[in-house]
């Protein structure tokens, strides 16, 4: 549950909420949108929905976004809601200057992979996630979209979500987080031969 000072606040901007496929960020993302009553966007959806593609790459077998007309989507779609939580696994496809804070969500490779699996990645692609993961990619990923001030890290896999939701909360209000805590070096390791 939110403390009752976040939720008597007015929210104006943009919450992103960015990490590997299979990560929980999907779940954390709606779950702040509904707390929080502000619009739920996905990017990727957003993309296709409104034919913001270039092409498709076809070594990742994934989608390319056209990037600057979904930024200009998303501004608009601010203006009519005032808050938005935005969901996305490319920073670029955010407007930056309406940006008030990134939840980077980060899940153990151990466990991505298993969840990567079931969602039938192929092989490479799955690779590809748990490398991104375990080289803290979605850290990296919410510092392009802002400043570190205004980043935090959540666990979308192991960590309960009703106390990430209140670390976020918490965070929304003012407090602040060491960035950085999750080192999934060794378990990245363990998985290489598997991978």
């Known amino acids: ?95 930056r200057e309406e940006v008030v804070a990134v939840v980077a969500v980060r899940c153990r490779p151990s466990i991505l992979i298993k969840r990567l699996r079931e969602r039938g990645y192929p092989s490479d692609k799955v690779r590809e996630n748990l490398e991104y993961e375990a080289i803290d990619g979605p850290l990296y990923d919410g510092m392009e979209i802002t400043n570190e001030d205004r980043i935090i890290e959540v666990d979308g896999c192991e960590g309960n979500l009703h106390d990430e939701l209140g670390k976020i909360a918490r965070f929304l209000a003012g407090e602040r987080f060491k960035l950085g805590t999750f080192d999934w070096s060794r378990d990245f390791m363990k998985l290489l031969d598997e991978i």
């Open 1 to 95: 549950m939110l403390p009752s000072s976040i939720l008597g606040k007015d929210l104006k901007g943009i919450i992103v909420v960015i990490g590997a496929p299979a990560s929980g960020k999907t779940t954390i993302a709606k779950m702040l949108s509904e707390t929080l009553n502000c619009r739920y966007i996905n990017a990727g959806e957003l993309a296709r929905e409104r034919g913001f593609l270039l092409g498709e790459d076809q070594v990742r077998g994934s989608l390319i976004l056209d990037e600057g007309p979904i930024r200009e989507e998303i501004s608009s779609l601010l203006k009519e809601s005032g808050c938005l939580i935005v969901e996305t696994i490319s920073p670029g496809a955010v407007p």
